[in-house]
């Protein structure tokens, strides 16, 4: 039942991945509506992140300066003469790396051997000088259920992982994740942080130093590898839920890092969004991997993982703000308001006549009524 469950999940999903992923055009938007609507600030503010804005943590922090990749633990990257997946730092990842390495190889390595012994086996066998007087055989009852159920049998078992790895990789953030929209432009990426006051990035790709202006920033080992390093990287908190969304300025871009196992096209008037939760702080190396244009090659992606605090102090370095403040001045701005309203509501009561005491007791329906009948009234007085 369970299975059943998650092939049907898996299909319908993977038939509508246009209602899947669609997405308000602008969470900011919907959140600060959602306040001006009068919904709790609680309700709409993500608070996962919330311990990184615990004072204490971050006054002890140095200022931020971007991790060096040359002293950090090399995570992420790709490696000369490298066949196998990247190593893999998101439980996506792990699993689907699981599946290749674990399901899908070993199938297909019996497969080939055992295919590649059957044709030795008739070229040796069953040729014209071994065998001159060939069989008028042309049904065998058993065999033909065997090599029918055994590769069906083959089919179900790839197919159950892989329709989990896909329902899997659906699942939605969680509430409170940490939003990271990925804007791909014509040769750069930017990154935009609606839950921290909206702030954001450009990030592009660092020339060699031979092919840096005067005075311009080249790359340098500290920054990663060639063709690979960026002048700001797209920050994020690790071990806490990230909602990264995808969209594109010009043309169709893909956001690809392969040792997060994600990679999601990025359509200009369209919001994708996946979720990922990376295991290790470290930096990451990806890609643009939708051709979209002349410098398609030049736009790469590097991830920077830091720990909750110091992402906290990241975004305060580049003038943003922690969830739990926003929270608390919106909460303050709410109070304001109320009080303002209060004092506003009692200053105009002090104005009305007597009278208005019996109107309040009127139900909200009667109400109702004799505004319709004065709506009514008001086209037969024309
Ligand atoms: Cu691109």
């Known amino acids: 039942m369970k299975l059943l469950n998650k092939f049907i ?11 899947a992923q669609a997405q308000d055009a602008n969470p900011a938007e919907a959140a600060s509506d959602a306040v001006a609507a009068g919904v709790p600030a609680a309700d709409t503010a993500p608070v996962v992140a919330d311990a990184a804005a615990d004072g204490e943590a971050e006054a002890a922090l140095p200022e931020y300066t ?4 040359t002293t950090a633990d090399v995570v992420g990257r790709p490696e000369a003469g490298g066949i196998d997946f990247q190593e893999q730092y998101t439980d996506n990842g792990i699993y ?3 599946i290749n390495n674990a399901i899908l190889l070993p199938i297909i390595i019996v497969i080939s051997l055992f295919v590649l012994g059957l044709i030795g086996w ?4 069953y040729n014209r000088k071994a065998n001159p007087q060939a069989s008028k055989t042309t049904h065998n009852t058993t065999i033909e259920v065997i090599w029918t159920l055994v590769p069906v049998l083959i089919l179900l078992g790839i197919a159950y992982p892989s329709l989990d790895l896909l329902a899997r990789q659906f699942k939605p953030a969680p509430e409170g994740a940490v939003t990271v929209k990925a804007t791909g432009y014509q040769w750069y990426w930017t990154y935009t942080y609606p839950d921290h006051g909206g702030f954001e990035i450009v990030s592009n790709m660092l020339k ?9 920033r080249f790359r340098t080992d500290a920054d990663g590898p060639d063709l690979m390093a960026v002048d700001n990287r797209m920050v994020v908190p690790v071990g806490v839920p990230i909602r990264l969304q995808t969209t594109a300025a010009d043309v169709i871009h893909s956001f690809a890092v392969p040792s997060l196992w994600y990679k999601l096209d990025a359509v200009p008037g369209r919001l994708n969004e996946k979720a ?5 702080p470290g930096v990451y190396f990806g890609q643009c991997s939708e051709l979209c244009g002349a410098r398609h090659g030049y736009m790469p992606i590097a991830i920077e993982a830091l720990p909750p605090a110091q992402f906290a102090n990241w975004v305060k370095a580049k003038g943003g703000k922690m969830p739990a403040e926003i929270k608390a001045e919106q909460a303050a701005a709410a109070a304001k308001a109320k009080a303002d309203a209060a004092s506003a509501a009692a200053a105009a009561s002090e104005g009305v006549d007597a009278g208005a005491g019996n109107d309040a007791a009127a139900e ?3 109400v109702d009524a004799s505004d319709k009948a004065g709506v009514q009234d008001a086209p037969a007085v024309q």
């Open 9 to 19: 999940l898996a299909f319908s999903m993977a038939l509508m991945p246009i209602a």
């Open 66 to 69: 971007q991790v060096d990749v």
């Open 96 to 98: 689907a790396k699981w």
């Open 122 to 125: 008739v070229i040796v066998r």
């Open 208 to 216: 060699e130093e031979k092919d840096a202006g005067e005075g311009e």
């Open 276 to 280: 990922l939760t990376i295991k290790k």
């Open 364 to 366: 909200p329906g009667e």
